[in-house]
């Protein structure tokens, strides 16, 4: 480490030490300057190391705190992050960059603070560290976004300490998160952002000249109050497009200027806290923000393209709660079914699908159907999207180790009756699993195939061998999402055509099992009404179950194909999602026009 070596080289502390250094350094969570000061290294050689590396003044200025004004530049939240904080104001030199003069001129208005300021003043930041989490980075967006011209200066720890306490209302000390010590339980309260106040769209005439900020913050609310499933931000070369998925459908929300397309997604890194400078390679994170009194959570993604970074924000709203079995829109059989499964003490379920087709949804309710005060249920879940009563839920993180498969391993030690593995997405998991549901555990978890027959293929290609599937396997279930019909919103096909597609289709069922359907009846479509023009609203799953009896169990021992189980299945009574979708359109719920999307 380049400031390690100088300090040794200046002999201010031992190559051994400096090796003690860096080695405490892999395996604490506190900054550098803590380390050092543990160390005994005085605070001034570390203030001259830093400006001989990196050209930035030390401070010398004035010893009083900031104005409390100056403390509304940044949050107290980001001045622990980034290890800065405000130090004065001053008149402005002739060395400041004349870009910022210019927006620190037209944003004069957005913030208070700077309403009674001239162009004269700029704002003085001290930084403890310029190596630390992007922080030059951070403040340039930061400042620059809301106008604040703005010079950075070298402080040390102590003094960063002295002047944090400026963050607190009554003067009081404030001791940063990363400085309490082991046992203390002062309340570390996350600080969210609330946007339940920012504008509820975003006007055309503004997207040129408004603040960063309250520009993501519009975005995210307008997206929260459409229902939206994901947010795209996305340079597609002449504009950069901000596009939402409702029900299932992508559609442009708002079209940005390119000059912005760099800016907006530096916001919503900073957001995530993830590295605003590596733009070569995808990065994931997370954030949550508050709105109308409840909190929302935001899965983001960027990803770089030909026209710069896309940025895609999954939206987890746990406020919408956790739906009961019965409002999934499982049909009687299918319900059956279900609770059949449930009954059981151990086995395995697995529900699979695409990306976004409500396999969570799925398993939430399912979950919510287990007796959770005799029985131990456990989750290891990524994310965690609903917060379920009396059960134990663990947040999954792979980038230090904590996989499904190492979290199924420690769940096995906690006496669980019941687990959820979030997703069984290699080999080692779906072998836990099974193991698992084997040894008198009921699991239940998701896998991505096609079909719920598929669901047996797929775990012979992880190499789980026949004879642990057969006995352990309660049911498999594929889901899709097809849209709604609206209300008042329904028309009756009355096209033969149709009706002989929809009798040809189920013409292999059993006739018992055929009369217990709806097929008598017309299918519908949507139509546009007065406050609807698509006619759709909303989204319904379609299901196919495959339950797992001794014939089942049989075919797969032998190993026989799909095809022959769909046989044997059928015979039972098995419909596949087309068909459900079907006898759904048939009920008015769906239109026939989504049968042919599956």
Known sequence: MILLNLLVSQNVISELEARAIEEEMKSSSSPLDEILSEHNVPEAAVLTARNAIYGIPVYDGNRELADQDLYTIFDKDKAERYLAVPLALRT???????????????????????????????????????????????LQFILTSAGVAYRIYLISLGEFKRRFVGYSPDGQDIVPQYARKRGDTSDLREDIIDITDEDDTLLESLVDSIPMVKMVNIILKNSIMSLASDIHIENVGDKVRVRTRVDGVLSTKFNIPISRHSAMAARVKILCGIKLDEKRKPQDGRFSVRYDGHKIDFRVSTFPSYYGEKVVLRILDSYRGVKKIEDIGFSKEHLAQIRRALAKPYGIVLISGPTGSGKTTTLYSMLNEVDREKRNVVSLEDPIEYNIPSMSQSQIFPEIG???????????????????????????TAQLAIQAALTGHLVFSTIHTNNAIGVITRLLDMGIDPYLIAPTLNLAIAQRLVRKIDKDAGEEITDPGVKALIENKFKDLPEEFKKKLPLDGNPYNAVPTSTNPSGLKGRAPAFEMLEVDHEIENLILAKKPEDDIWVAARKKGMIDMKEDAIIKSLQGLVPFTEVESL
């Open 402 to 428: 904590y996989t499904f498969a190492n979290g199924l391993r420690s769940v096995l030690r906690q006496d669980p009756d019941v687990i959820m593995v979030g997703e069984i997405r290699d080999a080692e």
């Open 92 to 138: 402005i030199d002739e060395g400041t960059d004349k870009k910022v003069l210019e927006r620190f001129e037209e944003a004069k208005q957005e913030k208070d603070f700077i309403k009674h300021k001239t162009i004269e003043d700029e704002v003085l930041i001290g930084v403890v560290d310029p190596e630390r989490k992007n922080v030059l980075d951070a």
